[in-house]
């Protein structure tokens, strides 16, 4: 597995998909949607939100935009 050296103040890939899995479920849950719901309003199948959320999968940089549009957050904010 690649794993890029990291400098202080940045996060490893990991990290970021850790990140991305755990604030996607946290904010869903916040807005009181189901993954149905959250991926329909993303235009995502569920079968590839629910592997998001899981980590079974990570998201292709258009899918990561398209959930951060939906939920009117940045890619950043659903990252960090």
Do not use: D, H, W
């Not at 292709?60 to 951060?68: G, M, V």
């Amino acid at each position: 597995e690649y794993a890029p050296t990291v400098g202080k103040g940045e996060m490893s890939v990991k990290s970021a998909s850790t990140n991305f899995r755990l604030n996607l479920k946290r904010i869903r849950i916040a807005r009181n949607l189901s993954q149905t719901q959250l991926s329909a309003i993303c235009g995502i199948p569920k079968s590839t939100y629910t592997q998001l959320e899981s980590e079974r999968a990570n998201p292709s940089l258009e899918t990561a935009l398209k959930i951060s549009a939906a939920l009117g957050i940045t890619l950043e904010e659903l990252v960090m």
